[in-house]
């Protein structure tokens, strides 16, 4: 069938693609949410989130980061730690982040003698939930830690608390080292660009060499805790999943240490390159445009289903949804701009058959009730 004017050509193409959506809207919305059978359509998008995939099976980098020295505590005891501290002042960083978790003290000479380390150091950021004694000494500074996770259980996001802005724990300490405000606000998808062996890391015991303490001069030094030694894969309370992990057993992922988490997010703040995404008006926007498209090709050149054309559609298909892949990610290893490709890729899917429905539907009112839809065989 072909249409007789433009007019009703895209009317036909509009009224379509309005089909097309309104299923999508329906499994995405209703199905997946109401029926156990569908859940796993939500499971599949979650799994083929573009971060996800691109960091835990594509991405690999081999630069070392120049501003963020690491320190694993280990298993030391807080006279252990506050020798290390007095270690790292000597070589004069730029700000320590203490990102260490130390419980209830006892007031007794180990813990002022921690205190006391810790009132001589330089500028010195600590998480809120570290000690609140800390907040008293004139060099430290308290921040929030919100990390969010995603549907699979990964750190994905920081939150930057609007009603606190700048407050938190690594924007203290971007500020810091940048030495300008570096405040900002609403919930970011952290760009996992290193692991710890993309940074100078060491243990405990590497301080005692002041060839290895010399390293530290006017950096960002974190400290906390990483297992007993780097590389440690540990189940303990400041570790997470993220997208830079990979699966070791089936349903079982190595772990990132909380002082990487944060060394990322410092580096995003520093480098403005948190993952960007479309909105979701402009995802929509999009969507509707591909399936409009696709449905204007179909409509305007094949009414009638005939085998080769069939065939061709599916190739046709398939081709898009390479495509589609393909760009979205040249644009998130180029830009961190993160595309919803799972919707466009299901939209150049979906266009055909559900075209080819609204082709059945017309035929159906037009034989059963006469209704004229301007339609004439081709």
Same mark, same amino acid.
């Given at each position: 069938?072909?249409?007789?004017?433009?007019?009703?050509?895209?009317?036909?193409?509009?009224? !379509?693609?309005?089909?097309?959506?309104?299923?999508?809207?329906? !499994?995405?919305?209703?199905?997946?949410?109401?029926?156990?059978? /569908?859940?796993?359509?939500?499971?599949?998008?979650?799994?083929?989130?573009?971060?996800?995939?691109?960091? $835990?099976?594509?991405?690999?980098?081999?630069?070392?980061?120049?501003?963020?020295?690491?320190?694993?505590?280990?298993?030391?005891?807080?006279?252990?730690?506050?020798? =290390?501290?007095?270690?790292?002042?000597?070589?004069?960083?730029?700000?320590?982040?203490?990102?260490?978790? +130390?419980?209830?003290? &006892?007031?007794?000479?180990?813990?002022?003698?921690?205190?006391?380390?810790?009132?001589?150091?330089?500028?010195?950021?600590?998480?809120?939930?570290?000690?609140?004694?800390?907040? $008293?000494?004139?060099?430290?500074?308290?921040?929030?830690?919100?990390?969010?996770?995603?549907?699979?259980?990964?750190?994905?996001? #920081?939150?930057?608390?609007?009603?606190?802005?700048?407050?938190?724990?690594?924007?203290?300490?971007?500020?810091?080292?940048?030495?300008?405000?570096?405040?900002?606000?609403?919930?970011?998808?952290?760009?996992?660009? !290193?692991?710890?062996?993309?940074?100078?890391?060491?243990?405990?015991?590497? /301080?005692?060499?002041?060839?290895?303490?010399?390293?530290?001069?006017?950096?960002? #030094?974190?400290?906390?805790?990483?297992?007993?030694?780097?590389?440690?894969?540990?189940?303990?309370?400041?570790?997470?999943?993220?997208?830079?992990?990979?699966?070791?057993?089936?349903?079982?992922?190595?772990?990132?240490?909380?002082?990487?988490?944060? =060394? &990322?997010?410092?580096? &995003?703040?520093?480098?403005?390159?948190?993952?960007?995404?479309?909105?979701?008006?402009?995802?929509?926007?999009?969507?509707?445009?591909?399936?409009?498209? +696709? &449905?204007?090709?179909?409509?305007?050149?094949?009414?009638?289903?005939? #085998?080769?054309?069939?065939?061709?559609?599916?190739?046709?298909?398939?081709?898009?949804?390479?495509?589609?892949?393909?760009?979205?990610?040249?644009? +998130?290893?180029? +830009?961190?701009?993160?595309?919803?490709?799972?919707?466009?890729?299901?939209?150049?899917?979906?266009?055909?058959?559900?075209?080819?429905?609204?082709? @059945?539907?017309?035929?159906? @009112?037009?034989?059963?009730?006469?209704?004229?839809?301007?339609?004439?065989?081709?």
């Amino acid at each position: 069938m072909v249409f007789p004017s433009n007019k009703i050509w895209f009317t036909h193409a509009a009224l !379509s693609t309005l089909l097309t959506c309104l299923v999508l809207v329906f !499994s995405s919305k209703i199905l997946t949410v109401n029926s156990s059978l /569908l859940n796993g359509l939500t499971q599949l998008k979650t799994k083929t989130d573009i971060s996800n995939m691109y960091f $835990s099976g594509f991405y690999e980098n081999y630069s070392l980061n120049q501003d963020i020295v690491l320190v694993n505590i280990g298993g030391a005891d807080r006279g252990r730690i506050s020798d =290390a501290l007095l270690s790292i002042k000597s070589a004069d960083p730029k700000v320590i982040g203490l990102d260490v978790s +130390f419980g209830i003290f &006892n007031g007794d000479k180990i813990d002022s003698n921690l205190i006391s380390a810790l009132s001589t150091l330089p500028l010195t950021i600590v998480p809120e939930t570290t000690h609140p004694n800390f907040g $008293s000494l004139a060099n430290v500074k308290m921040g929030s830690t919100q990390l969010i996770q995603d549907e699979t259980g990964r750190i994905k996001y #920081v939150e930057f608390s609007p009603e606190e802005p700048g407050n938190h724990f690594c924007q203290h300490i971007a500020a810091a080292y940048a030495n300008k405000n570096v405040s900002t606000s609403c919930t970011k998808e952290i760009n996992f660009q !290193s692991d710890y062996k993309n940074y100078k890391y060491f243990e405990l015991e590497h /301080l005692e060499d002041p060839e290895n303490t010399d390293l530290f001069k006017n950096k960002i #030094v974190l400290v906390g805790y990483a297992g007993n030694k780097w590389g440690d894969n540990f189940c303990g309370e400041d570790q997470f999943v993220t997208p830079i992990d990979k699966e070791v057993n089936p349903g079982m992922f190595s772990r990132t240490p909380g002082v990487v988490v944060h =060394a &990322n997010i410092i580096q &995003n703040i520093l480098d403005k390159n948190f993952i960007k995404e479309f909105p979701n008006w402009l995802n929509g926007v999009i969507v509707f445009l591909l399936i409009f498209g +696709f &449905n204007l090709f179909y409509l305007k050149r094949y009414v009638s289903v005939n #085998v080769p054309f069939y065939f061709f559609c599916r190739i046709m298909q398939i081709i898009t949804v390479g495509v589609i892949a393909y760009m979205a990610f040249i644009c +998130f290893d180029v +830009f961190r701009l993160k595309l919803e490709f799972n919707r466009w890729m299901v939209a150049s899917a979906l266009s055909f058959d559900a075209c080819m429905f609204y082709i @059945l539907c017309t035929y159906y @009112l037009s034989k059963k009730y006469g209704y004229d839809f301007k339609m004439t065989s081709k």
